[in-house]
């Protein structure tokens, strides 16, 4: 059985127009191969 | 491919030919985003959009330059009808490759169709609205607002669903599984959709098979003999005879020829109405254009026109340049000479409006030295001519003198040629000569000749001072 109140909170609005500015530069850009890089500065600091 | 540390471009090896760092991780990394881009084209390909996105997603997040994936993730959230996601992940799969991006093309087309643009935009905007009605308690309102998305945005998969929740809180399951189907054809794999289809199917009955199974049952007949229950179809009337048979093919005919007069045929009229205004148009526009080319030749017509007219008066007023400084360099060369008299009057037909500044300059220093010499022989030659009666010669040299200097000898050249013009019975010339001595030199004896001259023609003289007149 279906709860009605749960099932609505997995609705998000939809992302408008004026919005889509703010949400292109909140958005996380991170991957891993800048993972891959930030690890490898470290382990080279730690080297040194 | 291109290296992570430098952006060169990596070649087979295991060192970056730029930097050289090791890349073999990098290389891993980067064919596992690729292979996961793979399986979300292929779940793309089948309409699978939920497990497109999350493959792709993940793509996304080992390698956020792939940009194929990122611009396949755009457009399946566009299929989706999340058109601003799409957009958002075009623009930045841009950012991350300014050229030769297939993203450019998506990005054209939504540019260049505003209305599409503004649709996407208020579709939006309605189901936020009819989110936020969910979210007040306001359900009829929020059903009605999300009819209204669903209508124009028939793509956005969780407009559906939410109106198919709103249905199934309603109990209205049957609608909310239409929704749900429409859902379905979108993206077959979405796991809300299938989770409330499920719902509905539990909560629907099995009208089919009941239908079927009373269907059946009035279809047979049974009865008992003896022990055993007899089951046999129920006799029906045969609608298979011939008369039924031509019934029905009149009956058919008759909707045929209707369907035929009211659809087929105003399509026809329609699409023949359509044709012809269409070519009107197009010969509307190539009446328009064949104008706009006259108008135009004829605008160059004009302009050559003008410029040949133009021409013209140069050439004109060239040779008018050139025949002026001819009769210049005639009286120039008579005055050379010693013939005064072929100088002035080779002088007085120059009009010096066509000299330029030197060559004006030259004809007052050449006339100042002519016109004294010119007019004291004339004046000489016609007051001689008055004196020995020889009247025609002396109006023709004292009109000469006239015509550059009235007041020549104090008006004694006017006189003459007055005189003259009375003694050879000139009478209209006579007059207008005696009148400009009455005006200019009044109170004189010639005025005063004049004045007896003009009463024994019963002439009017003229005040002192006023100008005569031919």
Redesign the interface.
Known sequence: ??D?DE??K??E?????E??VE??YS?D??????I??DMLQESRKIIK | MRCIFCEVTLDSGDKCPGCGEDVRLVKRIIATSNALYNIGLKRAAVRDLSGAVEALKASLKLYKQNTDARNLLGLVYFEMGEQVTALTEWVISKNYQPERNRADEFLNKIQNSPNDFENINQTAKKYNQGLAYCMQDSEDLAVIQLKKVVAMNPKMIKAHQLLALLLMKEGRYDLARRYLRQAEKIDTNNTTTLRYLKECKNNLPKEDGRRRKGKDRDDLVSYQSGNETIIQPRKKHDFSSATSVILNLAIGIAIGVLITWFLVVPGIRQSEKSSANVSLSQANDAIAEKEQTILSLQNEIDELESQIEAANQTSDDAQIVLTTYQQFLSAYIAYANGDTEGAGNALASVNTDYLDATGKNAYDAVAAQVQGDYLNTNYEAGYQAYQDGRLSEAIQNLLRVVNVDETYQEGDALYYLAMSYRKNKDDANGVLYSQKIISHYPDTERAREALRYLDSLGVEPNAPGEEATE
């Open positions: 059985m279906i009605f099932e609505l997995r609705f609005p939809s992302l408008e127009v919005e889509a949400n292109i958005q850009l991170t991957d891993m191969t800048d891959f890089k």
